[in-house]
């Protein structure tokens, strides 16, 4: 056993010695796989275990539901009704009444902000939220002076401010500008990617507030915060929250409620989505790793075929050397997951930083060290079982066929040949090159392959995400397509001023105008957003059925539609405040409102709920007719009604900075330059191989006249050919599964439909990434054509 | 008056072994002749390849000077010295160094198609007809490895000569071939000497020397001396005697070098 063993790590070393380009390279390889995989799935683990206990800690339930005084007629009256209804409700052990004012942001950064904001009292006993400095350490004891306020951290993303900064709140008259002093946690709704947001002002500005703007609830409305807790912790959140709502309607009083499993989905949404698709890049980044170890492993045996022989005839087992090929690559990729760990560390620092206004947590910078041991030790049985693969060929060796070498000629005959062109003699030379050594090349394909679907897919996202031609991101986000949208402070700013407006518009162009409300209403018993429209045939993402055109029709997203168990044709219950109305679904749509948790109905339909309800609207969506007019439009209003309150802006002017386009942008940079570095190491690996083999072509072709610049420039363009034949292959699977990939990722958004074709740039542009990346690093790493010298081919 | 085409001054050639210099070529001077067909001749190791590889460009000497159209070659860039090998030097190596992906016509044509003055059709005329000289026009569209060692071998020179060079340079082009493939190669390069091409040769076959008009024999690293010849092809090669009295008189001028 001893001996077996000896002689096993006296073949391992002499591999490493022989191989060490080889072994340095699956080094690097498995060194990056490590790096991304800890991280990844250390931020994503800590982040969700984060969230969770930051929830537990600020004390609130799990249920939480927000009244507000407008939409209730007697607010104090329904207040004390539906703390009775609670306080009587099996399902809750615990109910908490927190005050709060639903507010706006008119001016943040020179912007208005649509959302909903409520502010709570700083010094409230009811909920204790973690207060952090601008650099992030926590503030035990926050002092709130007057007009100061505390932001969540995707203030800083959202709004592109700090500390120190001051915005204004309220509406018309009614406004009060307030500075940054601190930020908070808050894994409610702290997320970007959640529009409504709580902010913390002081007991004094709190009462200050309602005590002077009492009857101003246009600007701030007094409103209530529910914290609910169940009875029964074991109780789903889902069958709790439609428990509550049977039993005491509370949430068709409520403007917006969120259970615990809702706001966790809400709040990781982004990071799950984005880390989904780095986890789905670093799998594709293992399978190119061991694509390359698989090349090594080829690369090995038939530089040491002889050498096998030998061993063979002096009475080593195949097994033997099969094990310390083995035992060589294994500690390899063990030395490279190890060194790997402790630099991850730095990097979860950096990730939870760039997530931290995105996520709106302040999560803890450590390792899960269980899962990413998991996971490494997964990637090292896949690795083990390949090369045990790979080696099985050493079986096949015999003492005589490997001292004779064990190679037959090789004859070189191709449909693909193509005579070499005199104007083009450099590109036909690299091209018979290519094309007759093929199987040197599949690995630098296959590669670039898998690493250009994925370039295509996510330059694909990021064209949508930023706007284009298609108005893809209406499709995605918006129910309606539109070129510009005007809105006034209030409903009654605009009103005042709308057919004025609308006669400007039309003296530029004709137009069509729509409007749309957003209200939480309760669908079968859960709370859900409704979009309102007054003109259903302008809805433009529906893709099944038709529009909801009579009163009792409603639409309703894929995604809800699934979630439901219910179709086109089905009826469900739709309730607000005491009323609830029977509805029939007619079509579905597909938009990544609330994550896919959406439906429509018209205002005939909305009506049936609320008869009394007053149609006024605070913004206009408009469709020009003759597009090249919009800047002229929206300069025109904004010139002329600015200091009316009422403002103009054309579709997409915001989407630059949305935390989906920055995260993508990060993620497609973290692509490419881990895609560049592989890139690299393929390169050297299949160039050193062709290198050894070509060396005698090098000096035949020097002594013909060549210069090493142009037989770089050969051994260069052979991979560019190489990239091209790899790229058409990765666009080929990206059109084919590009679709479903698509919805798999989109349906995280809650979106499940998804009807879209390929844009030029997002095929074109990965494409000419990899035939440059290829062609450059090759050219650099054919360096050592130089050193060529024609004595190569001289017998002495 | 023969006209020198290429002169090597002073060369010399070191290497390091161990930590001891070998000097391999010492201060040779040496005129190669327009037309002449030289041989080089030599016992092995004394260091008649490595002069042909020095003064035809494919090595830097150590020291010394190589002049080829007024230039000195050891101090041209490689870019130059590309151009010179492309369009003024041709070589054939003893090894049969073809490119194997390429066919016979196809390695002949790649230097053909490097010089920028003839049109693709007059390098094919210009191919084609060498094959045709050399006897390969069946085996031109083969690989190397489809060929006999003697095709290849005649590919090289045609490969060599495509660009009519001023100097073709041969480092024993019959090494590695058979009895009736050595005749083959060398008569082919009387022929090509016939028509003006001029040869510089490295041989220790016999045979072969006597196609040369000029001898040089090279001992230790220097040139032990030379001896000129009648041009093989004006000799009557039906006459016999004549032909063995060449043999005598090249055998007793290498016993008198210690051969």
């Known amino acids: 056993m001893v001996n077996v063993m000896r002689d096993m790590m006296l073949i391992t070393k002499g591999n490493f010695r022989k191989n060490k380009g080889a072994y340095i390279a699956v080094f690097i390889l498995m060194f990056i796989v490590s790096v991304c995989f800890v991280s990844v799935i250390s931020v994503v683990r800590n982040t969700h275990k984060h969230n969770k206990k930051a929830m537990e800690d600020t004390g609130l339930g799990d249920m939480l539901i927000w009244c507000a005084e407008y939409n209730i007629t ?222 090594n492993i080829s ?75 998991l996971a490494m030790l997964a990637i090292l049985l896949v690795v083990g079982l390949y090369i045990m693969l790979k080696v099985s060929r050493i079986s096949h060796v015999t003492p005589v066929r490997a001292l004779n070498e064990g190679r037959a000629d090789v004859h070189f005959s191709s449909v693909l040949r193509l005579p070499l062109s005199k104007k083009l003699l450099n590109t036909s030379l690299a091209y018979r090159q290519l094309i007759s050594r093929k199987k040197q090349y599949i690995s630098a394909v296959i590669i670039t392959a898998l690493l250009v679907v994925f370039m295509v897919l996510i330059n694909q996202s990021l064209s949508w995400l930023s706007g284009g031609d298609e108005k893809i991101m209406s499709a995605l986000f918006d129910p309606i397509s539109y070129d510009l949208s005007i809105s006034g402070e209030t409903a009654d700013e605009l009103e005042a001023k709308k057919k004025e407006i609308n006669e400007l518009v039309e003296s530029i162009s004709g137009y069509k105008e729509v409007h749309l409300m957003s209200k939480y209403v309760l669908l079968d018993d859960a709370k859900i957003h409704c979009q309102i429209i007054d003109d259903p045939e302008a809805v433009f993402n529906l893709h099944k059925g038709r529009t909801c055109l009579y009163d009792d029709e409603i639409l309703l997203t894929d995604y809800l539609s699934r979630e439901l168990g219910k179709g086109i044709g089905d009826t469900v219950t739709v309730g607000d405040l005491d009323e609830k109305q029977e509805y029939i679904i007619v079509g579905l749509t597909y938009t990544g409102n609330d994550a896919g948790k959406s439906f429509m109905m018209n205002c005939e339909g909305y009506e049936r709920l609320n008869k009394d309800v007053k149609w006024t609207w605070r913004v206009g969506y408009y469709s020009i007719d003759d597009e090249s007019k919009i800047e002229e439009i929206v300069d025109s209003i904004n010139e002329k009604y600015g200091d009316f309150g009422i403002s103009a802006k054309a579709y997409g002017n915001d989407v630059d900075g949305d935390p989906i386009s920055l995260a993508l942008n990060g993620i497609s940079v973290v692509i490419y330059v881990l895609s560049a570095i592989f890139i690299i190491i393929t390169v050297i690996l299949v160039s050193g191989k062709m290198f050894e083999r070509e060396k005698k072509d090098y000096g035949i072709l020097k002594a013909c006249g060549f210069d090493s610049g142009k037989l770089r420039s050969q051994f260069a363009l052979r991979f560019m050919f190489a990239s091209f034949v790899g790229s058409l292959l990765g666009i080929i699977i990206a059109i084919i599964s590009g679709e479903r990939i698509m919805e798999l990722i989109f349906s995280m958004f809650g979106i499940l439909h998804l009807e879209f074709s390929f844009g030029a740039p997002a095929l074109i542009i990965p494409v000419c990434v990899m035939a440059l990346m290829f062609y450059v690093f090759a050219y650099l790493v054919s360096g050592k054509i130089k050193k060529v010298n024609t004595r190569v081919l001289v017998v002495e | 008056m023969k006209k020198t085409i290429l002169e090597a001054k002073n060369l010399s050639k070191s290497f390091a072994n161990e930590g001891t210099q070998v000097h391999v070529l010492n201060n040779i001077d040496l005129k190669i002749y327009e037309g002449d067909f030289t041989v080089v001749m030599g016992a092995s190791g004394s260091g008649k390849s490595t002069l042909l590889y020095n003064i035809s460009g494919m090595d830097k000497p150590s020291s010394g000077e190589v002049i080829f159209d007024g230039e000195d070659i050891t101090k041209l860039s490689e870019k130059k010295l590309a151009k010179i090998r492309a369009f003024s030097f041709g070589f054939v190596f003893q090894q049969i160094h073809l490119v194997n992906n390429l066919t016979l016509l196809e390695n002949t044509l790649v230097p053909g198609y490097m010089d920028k003055s003839k049109t693709k059709q007059q390098v094919k005329e210009r191919a084609n007809s060498l094959f045709e000289k050399m006897n390969l026009s069946e085996a031109k569209d083969r690989l190397p490895s489809q060929v006999s060692g003697g095709e290849a071998q005649r590919g090289a020179i045609a490969r060599a000569v495509i660009n009519e060079p001023e100097l073709l340079f041969a480092d024993e082009p019959t090494g590695a071939l058979n009895r009736s493939n050595t005749r083959n190669v060398l008569d082919l390069m009387t022929e090509l000497n016939k028509d003006g091409q001029s040869i510089l040769m490295v041989t220790h076959d016999i045979k072969s020397a006597l196609r040369a008009n000029r001898l040089i024999y090279i001992e230790d690293g220097k040139i032990g001396g030379e001896m000129d010849l009648k041009p093989y092809h004006s000799l009557n090669l039906n006459d016999k005697a004549e032909i063995k009295d060449r043999e005598t008189q090249v055998n007793s001028w290498l016993s008198s070098m210690n051969w």
Request: hydrophobic share 40%; net charge negative; proline share 2%.
């Open chain 1, 299 to 373: 690369n090995s045996i038939e530089k040491d075929y002889v050498n096998y022989g030998i061993f063979k005839a002096i009475g080593i087992t195949s097994k033997k050397l099969k094990m310390s090929i083995m035992i060589g690559y294994i500690l390899t990729c063990i030395l490279g997951f190890v060194v790997g760990i402790p630099v991850a560390l730095p990097v979860i620092k950096v990730v939870n930083e760039i997530l931290r206004p995105i996520g709106g947590t302040y999560v803890e910078t450590s390792f899960d060290i269980g899962m990413s041991l």
């Open chain 1, 74 to 295: 007697d607010f104090n009256e329904a207040k004390t009704e539906l703390s009775n209804r609670l306080e009587n409700c099996d399902a809750i052990s615990e109910v908490k009444a927190i005050d709060q004012i639903e507010t706006y942001i008119t001016d943040i950064n020179g912007k208005e902000y649509g959302n909903t904001i409520f502010l709570t009292s700083c010094d409230s006993n009811l909920v204790s939220y973690k207060i952090f400095d601008g650099d992030g350490n926590p503030v035990t004891d926050p002092e709130l002076n007057s007009r100061e306020i505390i932001v969540p951290i995707s203030f800083t993303t959202m709004f592109n401010v700090d500390i120190g900064d001051t915005f204004t709140i309220g509406r018309a008259d009614y406004k009060i500008d307030v500075t940054i002093k601190y930020f908070f946690e808050d894994p409610y709704m702290g997320t970007q990617i959640m529009g409504v947001k709580t902010l913390l002002i002081s007991d004094a500005d709190f009462a200050y507030i309602r005590e002077n703007y009492k009857d101003a609830n246009i600007a701030f409305a007094d409103s209530v915060l529910l914290s609910l807790k169940k009875k029964d912790s074991d109780m789903s959140d889902m069958k709790f929250e439609k428990q509550i709502n049977k039993d005491t309607n509370v949430s068709a009083y409520g403007w917006v409620s969120l259970t615990k499993t809702q706001s966790s989905y809400y709040m990781m949404l982004l990071l799950d989505v984005f880390s989904g698709i780095l986890v789905g890049f670093i799998v594709l980044l293992v399978i190119i790793a061991i694509i390359v170890l698989g090349h």
